[in-house]
């Protein structure tokens, strides 16, 4: 059974730093491309950050560029998400995504082409 755990969430104040990790347990770790989304109260789930199945290729959603940096350890069956300098507009759950839909060494965006989600961690970030 596929499962992806999240870690990392909590509460700090704006101008803070978190480091989620989501670890999976993927046979095949580094045929899965990865994502974080974040989903606030209301809003439909967004994509954050991607990272390609060799983590040469990543993405960012505008908000996040230059505060957010994602990054894999395939030996490790692990992808993480540096966030710094946190906003009150961060505040959300995250989830991370996996995904092998596309077989070409890409970022995907669309939720759609993901085949399994963590259970998700609460970022809340207060001014």
């Known amino acids: 059974q596929v499962q992806l755990v999240e870690s990392g969430g909590g509460s700090v104040q704006a101008g803070g730093s978190l480091r989620l990790s989501c670890a999976a347990s993927l046979r095949t770790f580094s045929s899965y491309y990865m994502g974080w989304f974040r989903q606030a109260p209301g809003q439909e789930r967004e994509f954050v950050a991607g990272?390609?199945?060799?983590?040469?290729?990543?993405q960012y959603v505008d908000s996040v560029k230059g505060r957010f940096t994602i990054s894999r350890d395939n030996a490790k069956n692990t992808v993480y998400l540096q966030m710094f300098n946190l906003k009150p507009e961060d505040t959300a759950v995250y989830y991370c995504g996996a995904g092998s839909y596309y077989v070409e060494d890409i970022v995907v965006v669309p939720t759609r082409r993901y085949d399994y989600w963590g259970q998700g961690t609460q970022v809340t970030v207060s001014s």
């Open positions: 990272i390609s199945r060799s983590g040469g290729r990543t």
